[in-house]
């Protein structure tokens, strides 16, 4: 597999997945981006804008296992990583696998579970392994998290810690669908669901190999610096308590990578950075002040930073790619 092939494959899946959903292009893209980066997603938006159905059916184009973990209050965390438990039969302890145990694993409404439970992913997420009863267990690769949580209602659930935040590769809000768009869902859905005609096309050796071999896309060290600025930018704003950390910034440079490949490009441009800085960084941030419209807040000063620092020339940026 070459960068063409990487391109080819996400291509591919992005036609299958807007088989189903409807519009979204950009979403998509950048849950694409995740996959191929090995990072994690967290969908955020309002009840019924197809948060849950992006994800299955993201799952649904791979040859890839799948569990979907509803978060409750009641749920342990030993119903995600699994336990050891006592086969009688035998006379011996043996260990029972959590549904954290597959390739793709959708965690819906996960602001809904408690802080002990929530917590449970922390090392999953991090580290591809959980520890359990003093043993460590190595999970399936690839290894993707999509998390969903509704973030107007507040009644009963757990707000996600900033360690858990941080975790997440990127934040994608589907937001709703136009007219337009709205009218084909309508249409589309009539009589059958789309989501049960789609199939595998893409396998866990691609999807391995490729997330191998996107790193070696070229970044130049003016971009390498272009994205520092905006970090260190983000750590020094007047309205930030806490700024975007080391772990941020290796998130940025994974998303403009993979980006980079799906516009066809064998180097990144400080475009590919300005377009990725608010999905992979807005949620990092910590503000001083708690405001209604957070969100808002973040974009209109991640949008402030992005103005205020000078982007690298075009010069230099493709230099040694065919080195």
Same mark, same amino acid.
């Given at each position: 597999?070459?960068?063409? #092939?990487?391109?080819?494959?996400?291509?591919?899946?992005?036609?299958?997945?807007? /088989?189903?959903?409807?519009?979204?292009?950009?979403?998509?893209?950048?849950?694409?981006?995740?996959?191929?980066?090995?990072?994690?997603?967290?969908?955020?938006?309002?009840?019924?804008?197809?948060?849950?159905?992006?994800?299955?059916?993201?799952?649904?184009?791979?040859?890839?296992?799948?569990? %979907?973990? !509803?978060?409750?209050?009641?749920?342990?965390? +030993?119903?995600?990583?699994?336990?050891?438990?006592?086969? !009688?039969?035998?006379?011996?302890?043996?260990?029972?696998?959590?549904?954290?145990?597959?390739?793709?694993?959708?965690? #819906?409404?996960?602001?809904?579970?408690?802080? %002990? @439970?929530?917590?449970?992913?922390?090392?999953?997420?991090?580290?591809?392994? @959980?520890?359990?009863?003093?043993?460590?267990?190595?999970?399936? /690769?690839?290894?993707?998290?999509?998390? @969903?949580?509704?973030?107007?209602?507040?009644? $009963? +659930?757990?707000?996600?810690?900033?360690?858990?935040? #941080?975790?997440?590769?990127?934040?994608? !809000?589907?937001?709703? &669908?136009?007219?337009?768009? $709205?009218?084909?869902?309508?249409?589309?859905?009539?009589?059958?669901?789309?989501?049960?005609?789609?199939?595998?096309?893409?396998? +866990?050796?691609?999807?391995?190999?490729? !997330?191998?071999?996107?790193?070696?896309?070229?970044?130049?060290? #003016?971009?390498?610096?272009?994205?520092?600025?905006?970090?260190?930018?983000?750590?020094?704003?007047?309205?930030?308590?806490?700024?975007?950390?080391? /772990?941020?910034?290796?998130?940025? *440079?994974?998303?403009?990578?993979?980006?980079?490949?799906?516009? $066809? /490009?064998?180097?990144?441009?400080?475009?590919?950075? =300005?377009?990725?800085?608010?999905?992979?960084?807005?949620?990092?941030?910590?503000? =001083?002040?708690?405001? %209604?419209?957070?969100?808002?807040?973040?974009?209109?000063? *991640?949008?402030?930073?992005?103005?205020?620092?000078?982007? &690298?020339?075009?010069?230099?940026?493709?230099?040694?790619?065919?080195?």
């Amino acid at each position: 597999m070459n960068l063409a #092939d990487i391109h080819y494959l996400a291509q591919k899946m992005k036609e299958t997945i807007q /088989r189903v959903v409807i519009g979204k292009d950009e979403q998509i893209n950048h849950l694409l981006i995740a996959l191929i980066s090995s990072g994690h997603v967290l969908l955020e938006d309002v009840p019924g804008t197809g948060k849950t159905l992006l994800a299955k059916t993201l799952a649904k184009s791979l040859s890839c296992s799948f569990n %979907r973990i !509803q978060f409750t209050p009641d749920l342990l965390p +030993t119903d995600i990583t699994g336990m050891n438990f006592y086969n !009688q039969k035998e006379g011996v302890f043996e260990f029972r696998p959590g549904a954290i145990f597959s390739n793709i694993v959708l965690a #819906d409404e996960l602001n809904r579970a408690t802080p %002990r @439970t929530q917590s449970s992913l922390l090392e999953c997420m991090e580290e591809r392994q @959980t520890t359990i009863d003093g043993h460590t267990y190595q999970l399936r /690769r690839p290894f993707m998290v999509i998390a @969903t949580q509704n973030p107007v209602e507040n009644h $009963g +659930t757990f707000p996600l810690p900033e360690a858990q935040l #941080d975790r997440f590769l990127l934040k994608i !809000q589907l937001g709703y &669908p136009t007219k337009e768009e $709205g009218l084909h869902i309508l249409k589309r859905f009539k009589n059958v669901n789309p989501l049960e005609d789609i199939d595998s096309i893409a396998s +866990t050796e691609e999807i391995l190999a490729a !997330q191998d071999l996107y790193s070696s896309i070229y970044v130049s060290d #003016d971009v390498l610096l272009y994205i520092m600025n905006i970090v260190e930018m983000t750590r020094a704003h007047s309205a930030v308590e806490l700024g975007v950390s080391p /772990r941020g910034s290796q998130a940025l *440079l994974k998303a403009i990578q993979v980006l980079a490949i799906l516009k $066809g /490009r064998d180097y990144v441009s400080p475009d590919d950075v =300005k377009e990725m800085v608010k999905p992979v960084l807005g949620h990092r941030l910590l503000l =001083k002040s708690v405001i %209604r419209a957070k969100f808002t807040k973040v974009e209109s000063i *991640l949008d402030e930073i992005i103005s205020s620092v000078p982007v &690298p020339t075009e010069k230099a940026l493709t230099k040694g790619v065919h080195q």
